[in-house]
């Protein structure tokens, strides 16, 4: 007899059955919560504060400006960047407390608060200062400025650090170190660059310069990005380029609703010297609760630390979903109105009633019901990102409105 074959299977069947109910259950919260993280991911770290005057330069064409962008080759700099995030999110009040509870120190259930796997995702909402520094590819620091703490995330050589000093916890991993090789599955020329960014841009998207700006004292170039199609959350995407290096210092993302940018973010201090040695050193301090990962699990952010991201540009914000995302995940139209689909095998989103407490006060607060041919289900809404849950559990989301979320279900029907 196999062993727990007895009286007492149908006992353990039932158990199984039990937690098999859960996941799907859990399923059914865990997706909204995904959809935060996917706004948080459109954000990236690109800089953006405009100072004031216009500076007088020379003329230069939209695919110049994409081709200096592509061509930049800053190495060395320092600097502090101001980030403002509103994504329309309700304040999270009593649900921030109760999840941070239930899950733990770093808010996934186990594991440090100085991973950086958590602890970057709250630039995705309110204002935030950090302090950058890099010096090529293989060193790089971010601090993000807290009250009367620090969170810090550096990569030097082959080590990964991540030291939260509220916790005095500490989140190691090794990355290998760059090889100084370009990817294989980039253009070759910071040209071909260029004319990847404008082929894309021909089908969806307008790119244009407009004027100039000063941004941290340097001179910079307007690049101006919008949606030709109106399916899309976003309105447009202003880029203030340093007219010298090529380096982006500005980065405004408004959306199509109108209102106060959605992303705002940029230097307000910068410099092209290269920091000192020092800055890259780090040593768990005494007493420090240290986690190390290990190097065969560890996320790809670490490789990709302080990369340049150009080879995404004029892709859309779906663009990217299907590389990292839940399995199974499929990403139909293209451009702007780029929408990413997966099953999560649950069964749809609880209704607030249901749920209760400040989770189902959260849930009603983001959610409108929508019905289709599809069926009925709930749409999660950001004002970038929104995402449509039908009731047997499967989910469209991206930079587009309600109702192109809604005609992509009827269509997979």
Request: hydrophobic fraction near 35%.
């Amino acid at each position: 007899m196999a062993p727990y074959e007895s009286d007492d299977s149908a006992t353990a069947a039932d158990a199984e059955e039990l937690r098999a109910a859960r996941r799907r259950k859990a399923a059914r919260y865990v997706v909204p919560a995904t959809v935060v993280g996917l706004a948080a991911a459109t954000i990236g770290l690109v800089p953006a504060l405009a100072d004031s005057g216009d500076p007088d330069l020379p003329k230069i064409s939209a695919q110049e400006l994409i081709e200096k962008i592509a061509a930049s080759d800053v190495q060395q700099l320092s600097g502090t960047v101001k980030i403002t995030t509103d994504l329309g999110l309700p304040d999270l009040g009593g649900l921030e407390n109760s999840l941070g509870s239930a899950a733990g120190p770093s808010g996934s259930g186990d594991g440090s608060s100085a991973d950086p796997s958590g602890k970057l995702t709250e630039l995705a909402s309110g204002t935030h200062t950090l302090r950058v520094a890099a010096d090529g590819e293989n060193r790089q620091k971010i601090s993000l400025l807290e009250d009367a703490a620090e969170y810090s995330l550096i990569h030097n050589g082959k080590d990964v650090w991540g030291y939260d000093s509220k916790s005095n916890s500490v989140f190691h991993t090794t990355a290998s170190e760059s090889d100084g090789k370009q990817r294989e599955e980039l253009p070759a020329t910071p040209k071909d660059l260029a004319e990847e960014a404008l082929k894309a841009a021909d089908k969806t998207t307008s790119v244009t310069v407009d004027g100039t700006a000063q941004v941290a004292g340097r001179d910079a170039y307007r690049l101006v990005v919008k949606p030709k199609d109106d399916g899309s959350t976003v309105g447009q995407i202003t880029v203030a380029v340093d007219a010298k290096t090529g380096l982006p210092l500005k980065f405004t993302l408004t959306p199509a609703s109108g209102g106060a940018a959605v992303v705002d973010a940029g230097f307000t201090q910068v410099s092209f010297a290269r920091p000192a040695a020092s800055t890259f050193d780090f040593t768990p301090p005494k007493g420090a609760k240290v986690e190390e990962e290990d190097a065969s699990k560890a996320p790809e952010h670490s490789e990709d630390f302080g990369k340049d991201r150009s080879e995404k540009f004029g892709k859309g914000a779906a663009g990217g979903f299907g590389e990292h995302g839940p399995e199974g995940m499929n990403v139909i139209g293209d451009g702007w109105d780029s929408i990413a689909t997966f099953d999560t095998g649950g069964q749809g989103v609880p209704s607030g009633s249901e749920v209760g407490g400040d989770i189902g006060g959260f849930l009603d607060s983001l959610g409108d019901k929508v019905s289709g041919e599809f069926g009925k289900g709930t749409v999660f809404k950001t004002r970038l990102i929104n995402a449509l849950i039908t009731d047997d559990g499967k989910v469209y989301v991206g930079a587009v409105t309600k109702d192109a979320l809604v005609k992509a279900a009827d269509a997979a029907k």
